[in-house]
């Protein structure tokens, strides 16, 4: 048995309120404990409370106290730890904020080089439609791909994996989509798969063959997306190689009932959808999410007023995508639209070498604030507890509770939560905690 205890905590956020996600305006609300410690066995949460534990493997007899939580009240007092443990440590949080670590669900992170080239004709004035009809973007990083080989694939990978890991992320969704045909699509799905058995943070796999349309396929769509559905899909599921499937269901990408059928051949199967939709226009792919009971439905900076009446009516979790809108220069999702109609929201990086070239979820919760208009407490809501429920990892991630992964942020003393998302460059962690072990610096 495996222990970590950590003591003279400032504020301990996060704390679940038996909820799956929070919706509307549950999302304003934080459960919180001041002057605590929290107790990880075997990589879970044991236990956790205020002062000191009554009784601890590392020692210590303060008394429990009742939690006092921000914007409400937490029902019952602590429990107290027991038992002793050879294997136990102690981690002095010297007054930081232990919350949940981040959980980042929708990236891209698995990509062969940067495009920093394209970011300058961004400045000079190219829009994101004309890159690609330049032969850049995704066929770009589809190319750059083809030529490189899988373990150099993955050991940039894991490079933009400790990245995250250092500012906050314990748990992050890869997506494939710079294949393009079935090799190449396969070789970025084995590299997650890699990453999810080295990494210490959950990973989650999404195929997204339908990112784009392959080079060797241009002006023939609908081929490709047979190829999509005989050939793909059908030998992703055989390796089952993918938790989700994906589709880019937008202006000049593929049509709503394109989307429909390549989501109907991954839940043959057991791919779950998590769609790309909105982004570009309206493109009718709130609507297939929703019908197609998709887990989340992601970016919506085109989303109406239909779309949300839509999501009303499902279970899919809208993702915003503000680190997109900033990099492009495009509208933002409209956040506050969604919370008012008693929506969840969850926000995420969208870490990729075209777009959002970026998975600082701290920085993603700033954007939500200064752009999309959440508070801070709604933000952190949306990057922990929403986030995890739409990668599917909400009964594991995303919240304080005995049992669940201990996947924690420590950071240095700060005044308050706000200061987060506030301080927005500032380097505010000093510890990610992963499976209840301290990451190495």
């Not at 919706?23 to 002062?51: S, V």
């Not at 991954?266 to 929703?290: C, F, N, T, Y």
């Not at 999309?372 to 990892?393: C, F, K, Q, S, Y």
């Amino acid at each position: 048995m495996t222990q970590l205890l950590i003591t003279n905590i400032g504020l301990l956020a996060g704390i679940d309120q038996g909820k799956p996600c929070l919706r509307g305006a549950e999302m304003a609300r934080m459960e919180t404990l001041r002057d605590a410690w929290l107790l990880c066995e075997d990589g879970r949460i044991k236990d956790f409370g205020t002062g000191a534990p009554l009784s601890s493997p590392l020692g210590g007899k303060p008394s429990a106290q009742e939690a006092s939580p921000t914007g409400g009240g937490l029902d019952g007092a602590s429990l107290s730890p027991q038992g002793e443990s050879e294997g136990a440590s102690l981690l002095d949080a010297q007054g930081g904020t232990v919350l949940p670590a981040f959980c980042d669900a929708h990236t891209h992170l698995v990509y062969a080089g940067s495009r920093e080239g394209e970011f300058v004709d961004k400045i000079r004035g190219l829009s994101y439609a004309e890159i690609a009809r330049r032969g850049g973007g995704i066929l770009n990083s589809a190319d750059r791909l083809h030529a490189m080989g899988e373990d150099e694939l993955y050991e940039q990978a894991m490079q933009r994996i400790d990245e995250i890991v250092r500012k906050g992320t314990g748990a992050v969704e890869i997506k494939s989509g710079y294949g393009l045909n079935t090799d190449d699509e396969l070789k970025m799905l084995r590299v997650i798969r890699r990453i999810r058995q080295s990494a210490p943070l959950c990973v989650k796999s999404t195929f997204l063959g339908a990112h784009a349309v392959g080079r060797k396929y241009q002006g023939r769509q609908s081929d490709y997306v047979d190829m999509v559905v005989n050939e793909m899909i059908p030998e992703v599921g055989r390796q089952q190689l993918a938790d989700f499937i994906d589709v880019f269901c937008d202006e000049g990408f593929f049509t709503p009932e394109e989307t429909a059928r390549i989501l109907e051949a991954g839940a043959r199967w057991g791919m779950r959808p998590k769609i790309h939709a909105q982004e570009l226009a309206d493109s009718g792919g709130v609507a297939v999410a929703v019908s197609h009971d998709a887990l989340s439905v992601d970016h919506l900076e085109s989303m109406t007023d239909r779309d949300i009446e839509l999501l009303r009516s499902g279970t899919t979790i809208p993702t915003a995508l503000p680190g997109t809108s900033f990099f492009l220069n495009m509208p933002y999702a409209p956040a506050r639209k969604m919370l008012a109609a008693g929506l969840p929201l969850a926000i995420a990086s969208d870490y990729n070498p075209g777009s959002t070239p970026s998975g600082d979820m701290k920085f993603v919760v700033s954007l939500g604030c200064i752009k999309l208009r959440l508070t801070p407490t709604e933000a952190l809501n949306a990057a922990t507890i929403n986030a995890a429920a739409a990668m599917g990892v909400g009964d594991q991630l995303g919240s304080i509770a005995r049992g669940k992964v201990a996947n924690l942020i420590l950071t240095h003393p700060i005044p308050s939560l706000d200061y987060i998302p506030y301080a927005y460059t500032t380097p505010i962690v000093r510890e990610t905690i992963l499976r209840g072990r301290r990451v190495e610096k």
